[in-house]
């Protein structure tokens, strides 16, 4: 990556005011904003003009100051925010395709997003090939001249697999295709837009809100691509509609101050847990261990101070027992059996049976996902060493050590 770009300083220079001189940006809760010319909204229905708004479906204060900060972090230049992650992604990818075009996805992706690309874009014509991005010939080998997106996870959901983003970007330009990255496990930690990628997605629910209080998602990328997006006639943001609320986008731009401390403190916890787990002798994945297969591509992709992220699983052997083990670490205190991440405690829960059952079992076998596996965002805790020794009484409790 470029080494005199950090993410956490780009953010720190951002310098908003609130209205009255408030150090915080003044909130905008308003639907739709009001013209003293007539004219002059006619121009904003036909082109954007900076600082005046229309409707809070397209843009609003509050969310303009939440997408700018996000394209600072990503290092884009523009980004857009929107109702869920789901939305982001769905969004950036109705925009750029048309009937008859394919685009080529990781095999291992969000399952909310696998559904979407097997199961709903087919109704428009657009095919998708599933790959092992982490084989590049792979992806070679599935390219056409139908092929309009290569679209992976910088590190994947659930297997934690790492793509090389440099590597998939080359292979994208020399195609003419377009390169999506999704980055909601490892924000700050991999810069996609830095290394190589075209648009970069987040779900801002995760890690980068990280208080598990609000849905929302973003798209950052060039400035003519958000605008497409944004296109009153025929962007697909502004006609689908995923808006983000500007309370809740005013909640995650003052969360995102603190995120580069979170990730820090996530990776470093994270980290101990997987040492600890592997001193154990459970089969434990994480991309901070050397065992990793790609822990050497992380290393030489990652911004090295954020440390190597808060996911990583273990495998009980069965789900019966992964589902054991996560009810006796809820009653032990360590965290919550719930889905989603970055939350300031630990949440466990079995993929193959949740976030990823949207694969059925024979995807699920082929990608290498065992149904005893358990996914864990690592909390923030201060005493990492205590929560260790109770998630040691929970494995014994289920006998799997």
């Keep these: 990556m470029a080494k005199d770009f950090d993410p956490a300083t780009e953010l720190q220079n951002i310098q908003n005011f609130g209205e009255f001189g408030g150090v915080n940006p003044s909130i905008t809760d308003s639907s739709t904003y009001t013209f003293l010319e007539a004219d002059r909204m006619e121009e904003v229905f036909e082109h954007e003009i900076e600082g005046c708004y229309?409707?809070?479906?397209?843009?609003?204060?509050?969310?303009?100051?939440?997408?700018?900060?996000?394209?600072?972090?990503?290092?884009?230049?523009?980004?857009?925010?929107?109702?869920s992650g789901m939305g982001a992604i769905t969004s950036t990818l109705l925009q750029l395709c048309d009937a008859g075009d394919e685009i080529i996805a990781s095999r291992?992706?969000?399952?909310?997003?696998?559904?979407?690309?097997?199961?709903?874009?087919?109704?428009?014509?657009?095919?998708?090939?599933?790959?092992?991005?982490?084989?590049?010939?792979?992806?070679?080998?599935?390219?056409?001249?139908?092929?309009?997106?290569?679209?992976?996870?910088?590190?994947?959901?659930?297997?934690?697999?790492?793509?090389?983003?440099?590597?998939?970007?080359?292979?994208?330009?020399?195609?003419?295709?377009?390169?999506?990255?999704?980055?909601t496990f490892t924000p700050m930690i991999i810069s996609p837009a830095k290394l190589g990628a075209d648009i970069v997605v987040h779900s801002l629910t995760k890690f980068i809100n990280g208080t598990s209080d609000a849905v929302a998602g973003a798209v950052c990328a060039s400035k003519e691509f958000i605008d497409s997006i944004m296109d009153v006639n025929s962007g697909s943001a502004m006609l689908l509609g995923p808006t983000l609320d500007s309370l809740r986008s005013a909640s995650i731009l003052k969360n995102i101050r603190s995120l580069h401390l979170r990730m820090m403190q996530h990776s470093r916890n994270a980290m101990?847990?997987?040492?600890?787990?592997?001193?154990?002798?459970?089969?434990?994945?994480?991309?901070?261990?050397?065992?990793?297969?790609?822990?050497?591509?992380?290393?030489?992709?990652?911004?090295?101070?954020?440390?190597?992220?808060?996911?990583?699983f273990i495998d009980a052997g069965s789900k019966e027992k992964a589902y054991e083990l996560m009810e006796y670490m809820q009653n032990q205190n360590v965290g919550y059996l719930a889905v989603s991440l970055g939350?300031?405690?630990?949440?466990?829960?079995?993929?193959?049976?949740?976030?990823?059952?949207?694969?059925?079992?024979?995807?699920?076998?082929?990608?290498?996902?065992?149904?005893g596996i358990v996914r864990m965002s690592v909390g923030l805790d201060m005493d990492i060493e205590s929560t260790f020794d109770k998630m040691t009484i929970a494995l014994k409790e289920a006998k799997l050590i």
């Excluded at 479906?57 to 925010?81: C, F, I, S």
């Excluded at 050397?290 to 591509?297: F, G, V, W």
């Design 54 to 83: 229309l409707y809070s479906r397209h843009w609003n204060p509050t969310n303009r100051y939440l997408a700018d900060a996000l394209a600072k972090m990503e290092g884009t230049e523009a980004a857009q925010v929107m109702g």
């Design 343 to 371: 939350f300031y405690k630990t949440l466990f829960s079995a993929p193959g049976s949740s976030t990823s059952s949207e694969l059925s079992e024979e995807e699920q076998k082929e990608m290498g996902l065992s149904d």
């Design 108 to 183: 291992t992706i969000y399952g909310g997003t696998y559904a979407f690309l097997k199961n709903y874009l087919p109704k428009f014509n657009i095919s998708v090939k599933f790959v092992d991005v982490t084989d590049l010939k792979k992806v070679e080998e599935a390219l056409s001249d139908k092929t309009k997106i290569i679209y992976c996870e910088a590190l994947s959901n659930p297997l934690l697999e790492v793509a090389d983003i440099p590597a998939l970007s080359k292979i994208s330009k020399k195609a003419g295709t377009t390169f999506i990255v999704d980055n």
């Design 272 to 312: 101990y847990l997987a040492k600890g787990f592997q001193e154990l002798g459970l089969k434990v994945r994480y991309p901070g261990l050397e065992d990793h297969p790609q822990h050497e591509l992380l290393k030489q992709q990652y911004n090295e101070v954020y440390g190597f992220g808060g996911m990583l």
